[in-house]
């Protein structure tokens, strides 16, 4: 079992910046996909970014150049840094490792999907 922890969310005004955190724990050895995806309301959830154990990477258009995905190995922790914020970012921010992402990247499914609980950004002034 894998549990995700996200951290990091907030109110901000445009332009601003903002780091999110997702912290694992648990077994995540075999996992091979991480992401950051968001749900605006009355809007379907979105692919932000995605990074494979490889070290590839993948945006969404809506925030190319603006948004960066890493990950710490050490502290089992995907980040997502967020620059030029815009109001239309504002979502709840969800973390997932495993399948979901996997597939967005076109990479080798192994059964497993795990999702944190959200974090809100709010982008306003």
């Known amino acids: 079992q894998v549990q995700l922890v996200e951290s990091g969310g907030g109110l901000v005004q445009p332009g601003g910046s903002l780091r999110l955190s997702c912290a694992a724990s648990?077994?995540?050895?075999?996992?091979?996909?991480m992401g950051w995806y968001r749900q605006a309301p009355g809007k379907q959830r979105e692919l932000v970014a995605a990074?494979?154990?490889?070290?590839?990477?993948k945006y969404g258009d809506s925030v190319k150049g603006r948004f960066a995905i890493s990950r710490d190995n050490a502290k089992n922790t995907v980040y997502l840094q967020m620059n030029s914020l815009k109001p239309e970012d504002t979502a709840v921010y969800y973390c997932?490792?495993?399948?979901?992402?996997?597939?967005?990247?076109?990479?080798?499914?192994?059964?497993?999907?795990?999702w944190g609980k959200g974090t809100l950004v709010t982008v306003s002034s």
């Open positions: 990074i494979t154990t490889g070290g590839r990477l």
């Open positions: 997932n490792y495993g399948d979901t992402t996997a597939q967005a990247m076109g990479a080798v499914s192994y059964g497993m999907d795990y």
């Open positions: 648990g077994s995540i050895f075999s996992i091979n996909a």
